[in-house]
C-alpha cells in the first residue's frame, strides 16, 4: 500500500488549493480515505473522509463548508478541494487508507497506512 499526498504550497487566506491523494500498488475503490492534519505542536486532526464503496463523506467541523472530498476512480485519486482558506489550516496534509469512514472517524483521526504529507501553509 502506498499513498501519496501532494498539491501543497504557500497561499494567501481566503486562496484556494487542491490536494491530491494517489495510490499505487492498490485500487482505491476498496478503501475509504481519511485526510487529516497536523501542525507543529498541536494534536493530529481530522479533516475529511471519502467512504467506499458508497462514496459518502465526512468532514471535520473546522471544515465544513470550505473543503470537499472526492474521488477520480479513472486516476486512482482522491482529491480535497480548499477553499477560503484560513492560517489556521496551514498544517500538513495526510492521507490516509482506513477501513471505513464516519464522523468518529474523522473526528478522531483515526487512520491506518498514510504516506508522505504535504506542507499547506496560509499566510495573513
Known amino acids: 500500500v502506498q499513498l501519496q499526498a501532494s498539491g501543497g504550497g504557500l497561499v494567501q487566506t481566503g486562496g484556494s488549493l487542491r490536494l491530491s491523494c494517489a495510490a499505487s500498488?492498490?485500487?482505491?475503490?476498496?478503501?475509504?480515505i481519511l485526510w487529516f492534519r497536523q501542525a507543529p505542536g498541536k494534536e493530529r486532526e481530522g479533516v475529511s473522509c471519502?467512504?467506499?464503496?458508497?462514496?459518502?463523506?465526512y468532514y471535520g467541523e473546522s471544515v465544513k463548508g470550505r473543503f470537499t472530498i472526492s474521488r477520480n476512480n479513472a486516476k486512482n485519486t482522491v482529491y480535497l478541494q480548499m477553499n477560503s482558506l484560513k492560517p489556521e489550516d496551514t498544517a500538513v496534509y495526510y492521507c490516509?487508507?482506513?477501513?471505513?469512514?464516519?464522523?468518529?472517524?474523522?473526528?478522531?483521526?483515526?487512520?491506518?497506512?498514510w504516506g508522505q504529507g504535504t506542507q499547506v501553509t496560509v499566510s495573513s
Open positions: 471519502f467512504n467506499s464503496p458508497d462514496g459518502s463523506t
Open positions: 500498488r492498490f485500487t482505491l475503490d476498496y478503501y475509504s
Open positions: 490516509a487508507a482506513a477501513l471505513a469512514c464516519s464522523q468518529s472517524i474523522v473526528d478522531t483521526a483515526t487512520a491506518g497506512y
